[in-house]
């Protein structure tokens, strides 16, 4: 067996690096970013910094003393790398996430101050002197009283969970119970730290308060942020801009309309615009996020209306503040692009693939970027070619062998094209008859893209000697907005009908072999494997498996997002019943056939595991063969090594039943 011909599987996959966002020096020629190791045998991840040269030499691990460090930001006068995590230093231990700074050369990382509720996302300020960060607070207590209040709350016998909030879980946790997170900035050389938004009503997302929420001002005197303006606050409300002077703390809103959802505010580099996202409820909740800008004068105009793309997070101005550097999706892949506000034109400046994140500074561009044959790895752009700064990964997959992958069209529901992925077994040859595994994304506003997943690893499972398929139904996003609101109000139907026109197109290939063909999915995918087995006939299919399915729409209420479901399904429960119930694979239960692997997390709130466990349940009393894996410790995702190499094994077993890899 030569070195290179070895099964790619779940212990490759795990001994991978993991490179995280990148942070440019001031001159663009170096950039630093949290690389994360596993260990299988400890059942844990390390993270910790690398310097990676732009223009070309070796890479650097750059701190080793932290088990998590993470978020990474290099200064703006270039003499510090600023970042979070939990240490032992000065015989004090962290309890919570604390910021240190490091010199780029090495040495000892610093802790910067004390903050007793810790420090979640950050952002320097254009001085290099002080950082602006996020922090959980008790509203009702002065920043001195914040370490007590803690204490208390540790201390306190009872468990309950207590609230009278709409908001109050989001993901796999719950919101820290009687906090909210306020922006507070810390002096650099002291430590000394000031709450912002100390005795006001102010505050930052609660679900999601990341980096994205908020800026500094190129003069460091304002800081921009977004906010929810409703006295109650939910996940599906509408967020407007205000911006808070610095000096004075004192808050103005920027730009509030009912109609209107605004988010991730960015100052140009000469600090007289705004850019951020804008998306217009008002017309659905499904309406993309565009690119918008707000002047000085408290004028705004959306800049990307004709551009039938959905702007992500973050903005970033050019040197000239003509132009501004963003990345989007685009039938399958996500590229980043640059987008010229006088003629309100996109270009291209790198086409993924997946562009997972970049950084721009000194006139140097560094992408994160992954695709089916690869993880994800930095690179510099050149001229709109990409090269490699860093070769972290490189002899570990030379070890194995990687399978071709192609994007097919179809037709589909209402005779429109449908994108379908397929990745082939490595050596596939179509002279032989191959099984398929249909791999159904979730959502269902995503889309399965060229790029690499850790959970739901392609490369691990065509390596098992299957087809994958990977249909970009109707409701995915990347398409357009038409294409990806088409499906409200009538879930599974047209997703349906994707998914069966693409087995039909692969049941017309000599490869296929038509007794061996599965279909597995999470989350939506979970949703349309549980709808397959109540709308397909039995046998088409051999085997089902059902990751973090939905199941019943109106139990689903258990979850963090129930805002959503009446806009998405088109009705309440209470207002609709009956369709709620048609459009929830529990109503037709009855017609359950097909074997399945139910597979759920006790921390799930997203798709809350009583969905599983119901599912497993109705399938098990109506005698249908099924199999039900239940992990106690994680959420939507299963992120523990041990715990994913049982999650494929399980899956790869169940699949190995019905429908053989291999004759």
């Known amino acids: 067996m030569s070195k290179a011909s070895r099964p790619f599987d779940v212990d ?73 995590a939990k240490r032992e230093q000065g015989g004090a231990k962290d309890e919570e996430a604390q910021l240190y700074v490091i010199a780029p050369d090495g040495g000892e990382a610093r802790r910067v101050g004390s903050v007793a509720t810790g420090v979640d996302a ?37 468990s309950a969970y207590v609230t009278d909030e709409a908001l109050y879980r989001f993901w796999d946790h719950h919101i820290p119970q009687g906090r909210v997170p306020h922006l507070h900035v810390m002096d650099v050389s002291t430590g000394k730290v000031r709450d912002l938004f100390e005795g006001s009503a102010w505050e930052l997302d609660r679900a999601e308060p990341d980096a994205n929420s908020f800026d500094v001002s190129p003069d460091g005197r304002r800081i921009a942020f977004a906010f929810d303006p409703a006295a109650e606050k939910r996940l599906d409300n509408r967020f407007a801009l205000a911006e808070v002077d610095v000096r004075t703390r004192h808050v103005q809103t920027l730009l509030q309309d009912a109609d209107w959802q605004f988010s991730a505010p960015r100052y140009s580099q000469a600090g007289a615009h705004l850019a951020f996202l804008a998306s217009h409820q008002a017309l659905g909740h499904n309406q993309p996020d565009r690119l918008a800008v707000l002047d000085q004068r408290g004028h705004w105009a959306v800049f990307s209306e004709d551009w039938d793309h959905t702007v992500a997070a973050p903005l970033c101005w050019a040197e000239d503040d003509q132009a501004v550097l963003l990345a989007a999706e685009e039938h399958g892949r996500r590229h980043l ?72 069209r179809i037709t589909g529901a209402r005779g429109d094209a449908v994108q379908m992925w397929l990745t082939y077994p490595p050596g596939f040859d179509a002279k032989k008859k191959w099984p398929v595994m249909h791999v159904i994304h ?13 959970r739901w690893n392609h490369q691990a499972f065509a390596a098992q000697g299957y087809v994958v398929a990977s249909v970009n139904y109707h409701g995915s996003s990347g398409f357009g907005h038409e294409f990806l609101d088409s499906i409200t109000g009538h879930w599974g139907e047209y997703e349906l009908q994707d998914v069966e026109a693409g087995t039909d197109w692969l049941l017309q290939q000599r490869w296929v072999d038509r007794k061996r063909i599965v279909a597995t999915g999470g989350s939506y995918g979970g949703y349309m494997v549980a709808w397959m087995n109540g709308h397909v006939a039995p046998g088409r299919y051999q085997a089902y498996v059902c990751h973090a399915g939905c199941y019943d729409w109106q139990a689903m209420y258990a979850d963090d997002a129930y805002g959503w479901h009446r806009k998405e399904l088109g009705a309440a429960y209470w207002d609709d019943p009956a369709r709620v119930a048609a459009q929830s694979p529990h109503a037709f239960a009855k017609h359950f056939k097909t074997p399945t692997l139910v597979i759920h997390g006790a921390m799930d709130y997203r798709v809350p595991d009583a969905q599983g466990l119901a599912y497993y349940n109705t399938l098990k009393s109506l005698g249908v063969p099924a199999r039900l894996v239940w992990f106690p410790d994680e959420n939507h995702w299963v992120l523990k090594p041990c715990n994913s190499r049982l999650w494929y094994g399980e899956f790869f077993s169940w699949l190995a039943q019905h429908a053989p890899p291999r004759h």
């Open 12 to 84: 490759a996959l795990w001994a991978l690096d993991r490179i995280g966002a990148p942070s440019l020096s001031p001159d663009g020629a170096q950039a630093v970013a949290a690389v994360t190791s596993h260990s299988m045998d400890a059942n844990k991840a390390q993270a910790s910094l690398w310097l990676f040269s732009t223009l070309g030499g070796a890479a650097r691990r750059l701190t080793e003393a932290g088990d998590k460090d993470g978020q990474p930001q290099w200064s703006p006068r270039g003499d510090l790398i600023a970042f979070t």
């Open 442 to 454: 979730g959502g269902p506003h995503t889309a399965f893209g060229d790029s690499w997943h850790w």
């Open 337 to 408: 692009w640059r987008f010229a506000l006088g003629d309100r034109r996109a270009e291209a400046l790198f086409e993924g693939g997946h562009v997972g994140a970049f950084a721009h500074a000194g006139g140097i561009t560094v992408i994160n970027h992954d695709g089916m044959q690869f993880p994800p790895q930095l690179s510099v752009l050149d001229g709109g070619m990409a090269q490699r700064v860093e070769t972290l990964n490189d002899a570990r997959l030379a070890a194995h062998r990687f399978g071709r992958h192609e994007a097919v």
């Open 122 to 158: 950050f952002k320097w300020f254009p001085d290099g002197r002080r950082i602006a960060f996020v922090s959980w607070v008790w509203p009702d207590r002065k920043a001195a009283a914040q370490a007590e209040a803690l204490r208390e709350f540790k201390a306190r016998k009872e």
